[in-house]
């Protein structure tokens, strides 16, 4: 089964977005802040990770730098999941190495299902 | 021999009728001449004042005193008789104006001795030679004609003085002799007397008005600069020094200005520009050291449209960027936390909709029932915030109505200590009361139990482990009933205790990791404050916990 790592502090929201990727048929495996979040994915050896920028402990920023050091998470695709949409922020998560980004408010559970399903197929082919 | 006797009486009292009959003529002669000079002397200075209004009607509030003497030169022909009325005007720079005007055809020679005479009188006065180092002349009225056989027989000067300082001198000058004895000097003196003192009158006001002025101009936070036509520095406050961080004595000068902006601003430029369309330009967000200014560059015209220089405005804007800037990350954070329940509830409900659609797979209710749950909790954190909003609102309007009643305040408070106590067993936080059995005191039940809510709540939100106590008790002077949330949090630094309560201020420290807007403790304080009581915090430090303390007045 492809296992999701989910890194989203607000309990509310990993709760409707894990809802809607166990409905898509995925396996979600919820972090509540960055710290968990890099261990999750050293564990769980996740297919993708769906990642916050504004968490406790470790931003999504640093999560996104601490996986990319380590050898058995740096190819992780991570799709960056967001509300803060600025310039600066959206560079520092390119300049990270995170394969697409996306603007929480933005989006339906749609797209998302839909954009995790794109990465994981590129990801496929890549390999 | 009577009347011999009688004859004597009778010629005596005739000659006593007779002589007093003359005696009251001559009286009476003597009268009318007295009152023929006096009508004569009244008509005259009826006459003067009336020139002397007209004049002073004409001089109005003008300062140029070469149209002061030129107008009173002007109306002289109808009080004295003259072939030529002349002025001269020494300016500051040495030059001096001479003017004539001739009355009756005279030559060039008698202009000559005219203007020898005053430089002569000048020189008498000045106790030095005055020698023109540039004279400019004019002569107006009747032509000359050098064929006549004239000089000056009689003449007077009179100096104009004008508050103390001599700036001018009048001349009269006949042909004829004895023309002027003191009569004519004085009627000429009252004259340029009065306009003199006029004129000093209102430079007088006109000093103190612009002493005024130059208070008002110094005492300006905001920092002036004028510049006149040739790009001189003219005036200047000493705001605008220290914006420019010109520091102490040192006079301002324009390249002060024009290097203290350079990289900013082309002042020089801006200045040619505003003289040149002749409006003023706005030039925005110019940041000199820490300072953030707005300037406005004006062409100075008098009322006749004469230009005078340019100004320049220096309006600090510091206050206001720092206001603004703040406004916009609160509304950016407010932004965020409105969108994140809403996008719980969107995406819970998509999911909800997708789940109903395969329904035929049957519907999963322990599913549906979490993805319920995940829309009610988010429906109401955002219900919670907007009523926030809402309340800040009303507290800001000053619209925050109280239904005060006699409570429990022990009640309320243990109340809401229960109500938060499975929240703080999810963190492993010890939540404990210490509080006497009961306080009755008046206050708005729900308004004090929202208090209660939101320090208990941030008190387990800022506090990772250890314990939350809550403590009630009244105060030494037993005026007032004091409720003390006291955590083991991660505390507040000394210099943001005092801005825990104002609005807009949450998010300004580093710890973007803990949400929330932080107008739960702007509302608390509000609620408070409209219980007539006090809400404050004290903290040890960071990482030494808070205590957030309420008090309410008794009775």
């Keep these: 089964m492809t296992t999701i790592v989910v890194a989203e502090d ?27 979040a890099v261990a999750k994915c050293k ?32 190819n992780l695709p991570v799709i960056v999941l967001t509300n803060i949409g600025d310039v600066e922020t959206i560079s520092k998560i390119v300049e990270a190495g995170a394969v697409d980004y996306l603007l929480k408010s933005d989006q339906s559970v749609d797209d998302i299902i839909q954009k995790v399903k794109d990465v994981l197929a590129r990801n496929v082919r890549l390999a | 021999m009577i009347l011999n006797i009688l004859l004597i009486i009778d010629f005596v009292m005739l000659a006593v009728v007779l002589i007093g009959y003359i005696f009251t003529s001559m009286r009476e002669r003597k009268f009318l001449r007295q009152e023929a000079n006096q009508s004569l002397e009244l008509q005259q200075k009826v006459y003067q004042a009336q020139v002397l209004k007209e004049i002073n009607d004409r001089i109005g509030y003008s300062l140029d005193t070469a149209k002061i003497i030129d107008i009173i030169t002007s109306s002289l022909g ?10 001269m005007l020494l300016h500051d720079d ?16 008698f202009i000559r001795q005219v203007k020898d005479k005053m430089l002569q009188s000048f020189a008498a006065i000045l ?9 400019d002349e004019s002569i107006t009225g009747n032509i000359l004609n050098d064929s006549l056989n004239v000089s000056v027989a009689s003449f007077f000067n009179l100096p104009v003085v004008i508050s103390g300082r001599l700036v001018g001198m009048i001349n009269v000058a006949s042909a004829a002799k004895g023309r002027y004895g003191e009569e004519q000097a004085s009627i000429l003196y009252t004259i340029t007397n009065q306009a003199a003192t006029a004129v000093s009158k209102l430079q007088t006001v006109l000093e103190n008005e612009k002493g005024k ?8 936070t905001d920092g002036v600069i004028m510049v006149d036509t040739a790009n ?60 953030a200014l707005e300037l406005t560059v004006s062409p100075v015209k008098i009322s006749t449209g004469e230009r005078l220089g340019v100004s320049v405005l220096f309006h600090d804007v510091t206050t206001e960027k ?47 029932k979490d993805t319920a749950v995940t829309i009610e909790t988010a429906s109401n954190n955002m219900l919670e915030l907007v009523n926030d909003l809402l309340d800040v609102a009303k507290i800001e309007a000053g619209k925050f109505e109280l239904n005060m009643q006699m409570y429990d305040l022990v009640e309320v408070v243990k109340d809401q200590v229960k109500a938060f106590t499975p929240q703080a067993e999810a963190k492993h936080l010890a939540l404990n009361v210490a509080a006497p059995d009961k306080f009755m005191v008046k206050f708005d039940r729900v308004r004090i139990s929202q208090v209660m809510g939101n320090l208990i709540s941030n008190a387990i939100k800022y506090t990772d482990s250890g314990e939350i106590t809550v403590n009630v008790a009244a105060d030494a002077d037993k005026k007032a009933e004091t409720v003390g949330v006291k955590d083991s949090g991660i505390g507040v630094s000394h210099e943001d205790l005092g801005q825990l309560f104002s609005k807009f201020k949450q998010l300004q420290s580093g710890d973007r990791s803990r949400k929330g807007t932080g107008l739960g403790l702007v509302v608390s304080k509000g609620i408070i404050e409209a219980h007539n009581g006090k809400i404050w915090a004290e903290s040890a430090g960071e990482n030494l916990g808070t205590t957030f303390y309420f008090s309410l007045p008794i009775a």
């Design chain 2, 322 to 368: 720092t206001l603004e800037k703040t406004r916009q990350e609160f509304t950016a954070m407010m932004v965020h936390e409105l969108r994140a329940p809403l996008t719980a509830v969107r995406w819970s409900s998509e999911s909800l909709l997708k789940n109903m659609a395969a329904a035929a797979a049957g519907v999963d209710t322990a599913k549906v």
């Design chain 1, 43 to 74: 564990e769980a050896v996740p297919n993708l990770v769906l990642l916050d920028i504004m968490m406790p402990k470790l931003d999504g920023i640093s999560v996104l730098w601490e996986l990319k050091a380590n050898p058995s998470t740096a």
């Design chain 2, 213 to 220: 002025l130059s208070a008002v101009i110094y005492s300006l």
């Design chain 1, 10 to 36: 607000d309990k509310l929201i990993s709760n409707s977005l894990c809802e809607a990727l166990k409905t898509a048929g995925y396996n979600p495996v919820p972090a509540y802040d960055g710290e968990e």
């Design chain 2, 94 to 109: 040495g030059s001096v104006l001479f003017k004539c005007h001739v009355e009756r055809t005279v030559n060039h020679e």
């Design chain 2, 232 to 291: 001189r520095l003219m005036v200047y406050n000493p705001a605008v020094k220290t914006m420019l961080g010109v520091s102490g004595e040192r006079a301002l000068s324009m390249f002060d200005i024009v290097d203290g902006l350079a990289g900013k601003v082309d002042i020089r430029t801006k200045m040619e520009q505003a003289a040149a369309e002749d409006k003023p330009i706005l030039i925005n967000e110019v940041y000199l050291k820490d300072k």
């Design chain 2, 78 to 87: 109808s009080l004295l008789d003259y072939d030529t009325v002349s002025y």
């Design chain 2, 127 to 135: 106790d030095s030679d005055v020698r023109p180092q540039k004279l």
